[in-house]
C-alpha cells in the first residue's frame, strides 16, 4: 500500500472535515482512489505523507509559479509576520504591491485587494452592475469564477438560454440575471446580447480557460467580444485569476493584445496565500467605497502577511521577465514528449496548450468548448492519472483542470515525467 498514511489521514478527516476535504476537487472524485496527503513541498518536488516525492504539475492550482517554499517568498513572510499579521489599519506594503501589479498590467489604474478569486469575481461584477446600471451578465460555459452564486449556473434547456442553478441554495432569481453561452461561440453572445438589449452589465470570461482543462480562444472570439462590448456598452471582465502574472506580466490581456474594462487576480497574486483582487480604470474603479457607492469590503484583505508574499512574488517576476518564456519553453517540451508517446498508442487525444498551461484530454474532437471537454473519455484519464501518480508524478486530478507548471520544474523532471509515462504507456495501462 503505498499510499497508507495518506489514506488512513483521509479516513480520519472524513470525521470531522465535510468530505475530507476543504474544497472539493481535492476529494479525487472524479478519478476514484483517496487524494495524497502532502507533509511538505520544495520547488517541484511534494513530498507526501509515506514519504513519496511526487513532480507538481498543479503548483497549488497556480500560485506557486517560481516553485514551491521558494527562499525570498518565505523570507518575506517570515520577517512581516514578526511585526504582526494584520491591523484593519492601512500599511505602506499595500501600496508598493499595488504599484507594482499597475504597473505590470495594461489598462488598470487602480486596483482593490481581497482574499481569494472568488471574491474578486463577485466584486467585479457588483461594480460592474453598480457602475452600468444593468442587471444581467454573460458567462461561457464550463469558465469557473469562484463560487459566489451568480457564477454557479448551467445552461438552461435549449444552447442559448437564461441560466439555472446548478447548486441546490443557488435561487431561480439569482440565476435568470446570468446568460450563458459557449465558449467560442460570437453567435451566442451576439443572441443573447440581441434579446436582452441594453440589460446586460458584463460579460466576463476566463480569457484563456483553465476550468475545463486549457482551452484557447480563436482571436476573431476573443476581439469579437471586445468589439460586442464597445457596440453594446458592456463591460469586458477578464477572469485573470489563472492567467493574471502566469502567461506575461501583463496576463492574457498582453498576450492576447486585447483590453479588458475589468480584470479579476487571485492565485499567482497572492504567491500561496489567500489573495485576490480586481482592477480597472479610474473613471471605473471610482465607483467603489469609500470613493463611489458600490460596496466592497473585507476584515482581512490587503494584510501584510499575505500582501509580502505576493509583493514578493511579482517583484520577483518583473524583474525576472525571462521566466514566462522559459515556463513555455518546458511547457512546449512536456506537449511534444507526451505526443511523443500517445501517438504510438491506440487512443483518441488532444492536447491543449497555452504559455505554461497544458491539459490533455481523451477524446478525437478538438476541446473548445465546454461540451467538447466533456466528451473525454474518463476510464483513460483515470488510467492516465492514477498511473502517472505510482509513478511520482502529481497531475490534476481532474480532466477539467489544467496543469500549471512552475519555474523550479527541471528538464530532468520533465523527462522523468515522460518516462513515466512511457513506462504506463508500455505496460498499457492507458
Ligand atoms: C481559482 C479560480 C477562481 C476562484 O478563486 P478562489 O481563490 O479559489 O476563490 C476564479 N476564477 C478562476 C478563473 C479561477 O481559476
Redo the contacts with the bound molecule.
Keep these: 500500500m503505498i499510499y497508507k498514511r495518506s489514506s488512513a489521514l483521509f479516513q480520519e478527516a472524513k470525521k470531522y472535515i465535510v468530505g475530507g476535504v476543504n474544497s472539493p476537487v481535492r476529494a479525487f472524485k472524479a478519478v476514484g482512489g483517496d487524494p495524497i496527503f502532502v507533509k511538505k513541498a520544495k520547488g517541484a518536488y511534494l513530498y507526501d505523507e509515506d514519504d513519496r516525492r511526487l513532480i507538481d504539475y498543479i503548483s497549488s492550482?497556480?500560485p506557486m509559479i517560481l516553485g514551491h517554499a521558494f527562499d525570498p517568498v518565505i523570507e518575506a513572510i517570515i520577517e512581516t509576520t514578526k511585526n504582526g499579521t494584520s491591523y484593519g489599519i492601512p500599511t505602506e506594503l499595500e501600496t508598493k504591491i499595488a504599484k507594482l501589479a499597475i504597473d505590470m498590467v495594461p489598462n488598470i489604474d487602480k486596483i482593490r485587494f481581497v482574499n481569494?478569486?472568488?471574491?474578486a469575481?463577485m466584486s467585479a461584477v457588483r461594480l460592474a452592475r453598480g457602475y452600468s446600471g444593468k442587471d444581467k451578465i454573460i458567462k461561457f460555459a464550463g469558465?469557473?469564477?469562484?463560487?459566489s452564486d451568480a457564477f454557479l449556473i448551467q445552461a438552461g434547456s435549449g444552447a442559448v438560454t437564461f441560466g439555472s442553478p446548478n447548486s441546490p441554495g443557488v435561487t431561480a432569481n439569482t440565476a435568470k440575471d446570468t446568460l450563458l453561452a459557449r465558449y467560442n461561440n460570437l453567435e451566442d453572445v451576439e443572441q443573447l446580447v440581441r434579446a436582452n438589449k441594453n440589460e446586460i452589465a458584463a460579460i466576463i470570461i476566463?480569457p484563456v480557460a483553465?476550468?475545463m482543462g486549457c482551452i484557447i480562444p480563436e482571436n476573431s472570439f476573443i476581439t469579437g467580444l471586445r468589439a460586442v462590448c464597445d457596440r453594446e456598452n458592456i463591460l469586458l471582465i477578464f477572469?485573470e485569476?489563472?492567467t493574471g502574472f502566469r502567461l506575461a506580466k501583463g496576463g492574457a490581456q498582453e498576450t492576447l493584445g486585447v483590453k479588458a474594462d475589468l480584470v479579476?487576480f487571485?492565485?499567482v497574486i497572492g504567491g500561496g496565500l489567500?489573495v485576490?483582487a480586481f482592477a480597472g480604470p479610474q473613471e471605473i474603479m471610482s465607483h467603489l467605497a469609500p470613493e463611489g457607492p458600490v460596496y466592497q469590503a473585507g476584515t482581512l484583505s490587503g494584510n501584510p502577511l499575505a500582501m509580502s508574499a505576493g509583493f514578493e512574488t511579482l517583484n520577483y517576476l518583473n524583474e525576472h521577465p525571462e521566466i514566462f518564456d522559459s515556463l513555455e519553453s518546458k511547457t512546449k517540451t512536456l506537449h511534444e514528449g507526451i505526443d511523443g508517446i500517445l501517438k504510438a498508442k491506440d487512443l483518441p487525444y488532444q492536447i491543449n496548450r497555452y504559455g505554461s498551461m497544458i491539459s490533455v484530454h481523451f477524446t478525437d474532437q478538438a476541446v473548445v468548448d465546454f461540451d467538447s471537454a466533456a466528451s473525454g473519455n474518463n476510464k483513460y484519464f483515470k488510467n492516465y492519472f492514477h498511473g502517472m501518480l505510482k509513478e511520482g508524478v502529481y497531475l490534476p486530478p481532474s480532466a477539467f483542470e489544467s496543469y500549471f507548471l512552475n519555474d523550479a520544474l527541471s528538464y530532468e523532471d520533465i523527462d522523468f515525467t515522460l518516462s513515466a509515462l512511457q513506462k504506463i504507456a508500455d505496460a498499457d495501462i492507458l
Aim: charged share 15%; aromatic share 8%; net charge negative.
Design positions: 492550482w497556480g481569494s478569486g472568488t471574491e469575481c469558465c469557473y469564477h469562484g463560487h476566463e483553465g476550468n477572469d485569476v489563472m479579476c487571485g492565485k489567500p485576490g
